[in-house]
């Protein structure tokens, strides 16, 4: 599904390397989890990947289904299957939720060569998928996640995964800001998603989040690149000691 | 101070331009003749003029005028799909053949020429009335000029609420037309009023709208100015608002070279309401002026200016607001607000937002901004599959309508936003 080789990337702005040599790959059907210390370079990681300005890749490569990621706007790469799940979603007044779902979905599908899904439709379909995360009628009609509590922009994160139906899913700290019962709900929406011709990536900084969703693997990643990939029980292992023994064990 | 011969030579020269209406009742002629006055004595508009320095006049003062070829469109018209009451202006002469009956119940309507022909009370009190009451404190010599010359147009009175609105819709075919309309609209104690406008008009349009609201009143007023790339326009809305009355004004201005729609209101009752909001999208060689003027004379009086204006490739933005609060308007609550957005590095926004308070116990706010596109709400939407070019429609529809919004009646406010919409997805393709 997705294959990351020796990625090395930093701001444009600062002569700073931030990725140093990232070595990834995701099979469909997959659960990956990455963990890792503050400043590691996990969410730079999902930006380079969702295509963000102001990033300079230099060195390496990534490849989806086949195609190569780098290469496609970001809006190609969201037709090719990928979605982020932002860290901070953003609030954007005056574009009502609905409005803003719909013409994801269809411009995407247009970009696919598939036909446009009509209104009546897509409310059936959006209010279905909005009800399993305990969205409101009022909240898809307010403004894309404006007066949203962090709760609740997170599951129209995931609400907007749902909808769009991604193949690889980028998780960034989706569990951050998040009460447990609220984490529980972006658990359940995720693991309904999940599927052998689906994949995802779950950046996060704790293990909580990943005893809702189980993960097939663990990467740590420090300094800018994956020092050590496990089973779910390295997620444990990082609980209980934190991070300093495996940096250490690796240095 | 001496006012220069320039000014007092260009407005003879705009006198003599447009011939005197004749055959008039007296009360007519002399209110004519005072607005010709005005402006021999005040003068025509410059660029030193204090409230044209933004905006060069001399287009819209220049004899003949500049030619501008009509914009031809298959569009549906605006407000089509309303239940409205038409009158049609061919290059701002009425036309009885393309327009509806003219009559509507619930109103008095007659052609101006009528109105000031004959000894109608309440149009005595209102033709070039509150149009005089709004050259002071600033001059507003085009139209001072309008009232001492137009003949098109329509005298308004309302009682109770009329079942439809009423939409002035101004054609443009000739392409040296150079037009002037005035309109009077009287609503009165407890009547409520929708008043529709739309289309290019002219070459070039002198428009004058006068509305006095009586106590308990209400007028709604929404205008779209026609595409026509080369038009040029200069239209003066002046309100006078009784007790509890409210007055709501909206414009959307796309496209013509020169627009400049000044507006003054006055309180002159207390408790009253009165909005005004201007959207407008521009590219190149388009210049846009809102030039307004909110008296507060009363108590506990509620205004309220929202201009948006989207410019790209040279075009230019300009925003003249003021909210003057006299001494007596206690528990006046003024805002005002003046965003441009520019989509490249050449346009200009420029505003110019003003503050005079003569009350101790009063609320008014001001803000006036200017930026480009937020690349972080694009990025969001072009992560999410929509292209740069449509996530860009989407973030332009959203800044403008705040003032959009400002429109009350809902199926009017989605028939200017899916025009809008429509607008800028012809232009993308």
Same mark, same amino acid.
């Given at each position: 599904?997705?294959?990351?080789?020796?990625? &090395?990337?930093?701001?444009?702005?600062?002569?700073?390397?931030? @990725?140093?040599?990232?070595?990834?790959?995701?099979?469909?059907?997959?659960?990956?989890?990455?963990?890792?210390?503050?400043?590691?370079?996990?969410?730079?990681?999902?930006?380079?990947?969702?295509?963000?300005?102001?990033?300079?890749?230099?060195?390496?490569?990534?490849?989806?289904?086949?195609?190569?990621?780098?290469?496609?706007?970001?809006?190609?790469?969201?037709?090719?299957?990928?979605?982020?799940?932002?860290?901070?979603?953003?609030?954007?007044?005056?574009?009502?939720?609905?409005?803003?779902?719909?013409?994801?979905?269809?411009?995407?599908?247009?970009?696919?060569?598939?036909?446009?899904?009509?209104?009546?439709?897509? @409310?059936?379909?959006?209010?279905?998928?909005?009800?399993?995360?305990?969205?409101?009628?009022?909240?898809?009609?307010?403004?894309?996640?404006?007066?949203?509590?962090?709760?609740?922009?997170?599951?129209?994160?995931?609400?907007?995964?749902?909808?769009?139906?991604?193949?690889?899913?980028?998780?960034?700290?989706?569990?951050?800001?998040?009460?447990?019962?609220?984490?529980?709900?972006?658990?359940?929406?995720?693991?309904?998603?999940?599927?052998?011709?689906?994949?995802?990536?779950?950046?996060? &900084?704790?293990?909580?989040?990943?005893?809702?969703?189980?993960?097939?693997?663990? &990467?740590?990643?420090?300094?800018?690149?994956?020092?050590?990939?496990?089973?779910?029980? @390295?997620?444990?292992?990082?609980? &209980?000691?934190?991070?300093?023994?495996?940096?250490?064990?690796?240095? | 101070?001496?006012?220069?011969?320039?000014?007092?030579?260009?407005?003879?020269?705009?006198?003599?331009?447009?011939?005197?209406?004749?055959?008039?009742?007296?009360?007519?002629?002399?209110?004519?003749?005072?607005?010709?006055?005005?402006?021999?004595?005040?003068?025509?508009?410059?660029?030193?003029?204090?409230?044209?320095?933004?905006?060069?006049?001399?287009?819209?003062?220049?004899?003949?005028?500049?030619?501008?070829?009509?914009?031809?469109?298959?569009?549906?018209?605006?407000?089509?799909?309303?239940?409205?009451?038409?009158?049609?202006?061919?290059?701002?002469?009425?036309?009885?053949?393309?327009?509806?009956?003219?009559?509507?119940?619930?109103?008095?309507?007659?052609?101006?020429?009528?109105?000031?022909?004959?000894?109608?009370?309440?149009?005595?009190?209102?033709?070039?009335?509150?149009?005089?009451?709004?050259?002071?404190?600033?001059?507003?010599?085009?139209?001072?000029?309008?009232?001492?010359?137009?003949?098109?147009?329509?005298?308004? %009175?309302?009682?109770?609420?009329?079942?439809?609105?009423?939409?002035?819709?101004?054609?443009?075919?000739?392409?040296?037309?150079?037009?002037?309309?005035?309109?009077?609209?009287?609503?009165?104690?407890?009547?409520?009023?929708?008043?529709?406008?739309?289309?290019?008009?002219?070459?070039?349009?002198?428009?004058?709208?006068?509305?006095?609201?009586?106590?308990?009143?209400?007028?709604?007023?929404? %205008?779209?100015?026609?595409?026509?790339?080369?038009? %040029?326009?200069?239209?003066?809305?002046?309100?006078?608002?009784?007790?509890?009355?409210?007055?709501?004004?909206?414009?959307?201005?796309?496209?013509?070279?020169?627009?400049?729609?000044?507006?003054?209101?006055?309180?002159?009752?207390?408790?009253?309401?009165?909005?005004?909001?201007?959207?407008?999208?521009?590219?190149?060689?388009?210049?846009?002026?809102?030039?307004?003027?909110?008296?507060?004379?009363?108590?506990?009086?509620?205004?309220?200016?929202?201009?948006?204006?989207?410019?790209?490739?040279?075009?230019?933005?300009?925003?003249?607001?003021?909210?003057?609060?006299?001494?007596?308007?206690?528990?006046?609550?003024?805002?005002?607000?003046?965003?441009?957005?520019?989509?490249?590095?050449?346009?200009?926004?420029?505003?110019?937002?003003?503050?005079?308070?003569?009350?101790?116990?009063?609320?008014?706010?001001?803000?006036?901004?200017?930026?480009?596109?937020?690349?972080?709400?694009?990025?969001?939407?072009?992560?999410?599959?929509?292209?740069?070019?449509?996530?860009?429609?989407?973030?332009?529809?959203?800044?403008?309508?705040?003032?959009?919004?400002?429109?009350?009646?809902?199926?009017?406010?989605?028939?200017?936003?899916?025009?809008?919409?429509?607008?800028?997805?012809?232009?993308?393709?």
């Amino acid at each position: 599904m997705l294959t990351i080789k020796n990625l &090395h990337a930093g701001l444009e702005e600062e002569d700073k390397k931030i @990725l140093k040599g990232v070595d990834l790959e995701v099979k469909a059907g997959e659960v990956h989890a990455i963990m890792g210390p503050n400043g590691s370079g996990k969410s730079t990681l999902s930006y380079v990947l969702a295509g963000r300005d102001g990033y300079d890749v230099t060195e390496g490569s990534v490849e989806m289904n086949g195609s190569e990621l780098l290469d496609l706007e970001p809006e190609e790469r969201a037709a090719a299957g990928l979605f982020l799940a932002f860290q901070y979603p953003v609030e954007i007044p005056g574009v009502g939720n609905m409005t803003f779902l719909r013409t994801a979905l269809n411009a995407q599908r247009k970009a696919r060569g598939e036909e446009e899904l009509n209104a009546a439709d897509f @409310l059936r379909m959006l209010r279905e998928k909005a009800k399993a995360l305990d969205i409101s009628q009022e909240m898809l009609k307010r403004p894309v996640n404006v007066g949203f509590s962090g709760g609740e922009k997170k599951r129209n994160e995931i609400l907007q995964m749902a909808v769009l139906e991604p193949k690889m899913c980028i998780l960034d700290e989706t569990d951050s800001g998040l009460d447990v019962d609220a984490m529980k709900l972006v658990a359940q929406g995720v693991n309904a998603l999940r599927g052998k011709d689906r994949a995802f990536l779950v950046i996060t &900084h704790y293990q909580r989040l990943l005893d809702h969703i189980v993960p097939d693997v663990v &990467h740590i990643m420090a300094e800018g690149r994956i020092i050590k990939t496990g089973g779910p029980e @390295l997620a444990l292992e990082v609980e &209980h000691n934190g991070y300093a023994d495996i940096l250490k064990s690796v240095a | 101070m001496a006012v220069p011969a320039l000014k007092l030579d260009g407005a003879q020269t705009l006198l003599a331009a447009a011939p005197e209406p004749s055959g008039e009742a007296s009360w007519a002629r002399s209110v004519r003749q005072a607005a010709a006055r005005r402006l021999a004595e005040r003068g025509a508009p410059v660029r030193r003029d204090e409230y044209w320095r933004y905006t060069d006049p001399q287009s819209l003062t220049c004899q003949p005028p500049v030619a501008a070829a009509p914009f031809e469109n298959d569009e549906a018209p605006l407000f089509g799909g309303a239940d409205r009451l038409k009158l049609v202006f061919v290059d701002g002469v009425f036309s009885r053949e393309l327009s509806d009956p003219v009559e509507l119940e619930g109103i008095e309507i007659q052609p101006l020429s009528e109105a000031l022909s004959t000894d109608i009370h309440w149009a005595r009190e209102l033709f070039g009335v509150l149009e005089a009451r709004g050259q002071t404190p600033v001059d507003r010599p085009m139209a001072a000029l309008n009232t001492a010359r137009a003949t098109e147009g329509f005298a308004i %009175r309302v009682h109770g609420r009329p079942g439809k609105p009423v939409n002035f819709v101004y054609l443009h075919e000739d392409a040296l037309s150079d037009a002037m309309v005035h309109n009077i609209v009287r609503v009165e104690a407890g009547a409520d009023f929708t008043l529709l406008e739309n289309g290019p008009a002219a070459a070039r349009f002198n428009k004058v709208l006068e509305v006095d609201v009586a106590d308990d009143g209400a007028f709604h007023h929404v %205008r779209a100015q026609g595409r026509d790339h080369e038009r %040029r326009a200069v239209t003066g809305t002046f309100a006078r608002l009784g007790a509890r009355s409210t007055f709501k004004s909206f414009t959307l201005t796309v496209n013509g070279r020169l627009t400049r729609n000044e507006c003054v209101v006055e309180f002159t009752g207390d408790d009253g309401i009165a909005h005004v909001a201007g959207a407008c999208v521009g590219e190149g060689d388009f210049r846009h002026d809102d030039t307004v003027f909110v008296t507060h004379d009363a108590v506990n009086c509620e205004s309220r200016q929202v201009f948006k204006k989207v410019l790209r490739s040279g075009a230019m933005g300009i925003f003249q607001g003021k909210i003057l609060v006299k001494p007596d308007a206690q528990k006046t609550d003024g805002y005002q607000i003046s965003q441009g957005l520019l989509l490249d590095d050449d346009s200009q926004f420029l505003a110019k937002p003003e503050l005079e308070i003569y009350a101790d116990d009063v609320a008014c706010s001001h803000g006036s901004t200017c930026g480009a596109v937020d690349e972080t709400l694009l990025f969001y939407l072009r992560s999410r599959g929509v292209s740069r070019g449509e996530a860009e429609e989407l973030l332009v529809l959203a800044f403008l309508d705040e003032a959009i919004a400002e429109i009350e009646d809902p199926a009017l406010a989605d028939d200017i936003r899916a025009r809008l919409a429509a607008w800028l997805a012809r232009r993308r393709r």
